[in-house]
């Protein structure tokens, strides 16, 4: 009886300590969720007003003080109207809300782009915002008509949906960035759209599976693909620092794809491996305590090495996911690595003061580092998944308790 009383007096005293920590954690964020959504509606009320209006924001300048946009075929004009519709939710500025608006009329074309994977990325977190927060149905129609221009790209020798054309460096390739394209076509498939765009999601998750994972639970950036046969050419890390290194947004985007996966299927296999994949990310050594990591996790020179903020972001978002089918303390590791993630990248060294940057929020991405491209500078993704982030703490932790 005696060690029954004293087993029972434990667990109620770990809940309350547990309690209290989850407690004062939630303080904390709601108030860093406020500023942060205060200081993001100031610096895109500024960069709206600098924006050409044909094309969308992608970095910044800063020797030359100028806002650097892109085509609307670029793989990131999703991000810009995605980030002010974050923005719009939580503020409720109506001129955020119309410039979103204006944004989207100019990517619109895009529903029908097959030049390469990322339809997703333009289409759904756009559109996809979009849908979610205003249940227009053209806005539904689009998606739809994304996802299709997105299966035009579905190889089924490879069983992989093909992520770049053929070029100079690859044959067929595929990347792991194009995990985050799926969710997109398991939406549709879900919505009432034709089944086969699951079925292409799940698929190509499988391949990527197989053919993108070490033993290590790290990834592989590209691999590339005979067309004919659809066996497997070589496995390149063409953004990263190496072959055979661990390039720190491609860990991150394959966090994000499988657990996102998980969520629109339950298939097993894809939460396991995204907990592996959380645990290579998160137990690194080379992983500084800030929790903001370089560029590579093999980069050499380091602590000289360049930071992406933008990797850090996209993990954070996911972390929160993947705590949503996590329990206990595993679901405590989850979060309070994401919280770190996001007190850091809210600090000085991080994140603009305003009127800065051009008008974006987070500082110091880096895009492709080996091809001398966006080192060191803001990037409009980094924002978005930051955005995010924090949305989905507020929606998933604040409002539940």
Known sequence: MKNKFLLCSFIVLATISSFAQSNERNKKMAILIQENYALADSQYSYMMGIVPKDKMPQSFDEKNNQLLSREITWWCTGFYPGSLLYIYEQTKNEKIKQEALRALKVIEPNQFYTGNHDLGFMMFCSYGNAYRLFKDEKYKEIIFNAAASLATRYRPSMKAIQSWNKNQYFNCPVIIDNMMNLEM????SQQGGDPKYQQIATTHSNTTMKEFY????????????????????????????ANSSAWSRGQAWGLYGFITMYRDTKNESYLKLAKNIAQFYLNHPNLPS??????????????????????????????????????????????????????TLSNN?????????????????????????????????ADYYFLEALHRYQKWYLNKH
Request: with cysteine; proline share 4%; aromatic share 10%.
């Open 290 to 343: 800030d929790m903001i990591p370089y560029w590579d996790f093999d980069a050499g020179q380091q602590p000289l090495a360049k930071r992406d903020a933008s990797a850090a972001a996209i993990c954070a978002s996911a972390l929160l996911e993947l705590a949503q089918f996590s329990t206990g303390d595993e679901k405590e590791k989850y979060i309070n690595a994401s919280v770190k993630m996001l007190e």
């Open 185 to 188: 076509m398991n939406w549709v």
């Open 349 to 381: 060294t991080y994140r603009s003061k305003y009127g800065e940057n051009g008008g974006f929020l987070i500082k110091h991405c880096v895009g492709a580092l080996p091809l001398n491209s966006e080192v060191d500078v803001p990037l409009i993704y």
């Open 214 to 241: 070490r033993p290590d639970y790290s990834s592989f950036h590209v691999v590339d693909f005979d067309l004919t046969t659809g066996n497997v050419l070589r496995k390149t890390t063409h953004q990263g620092a």
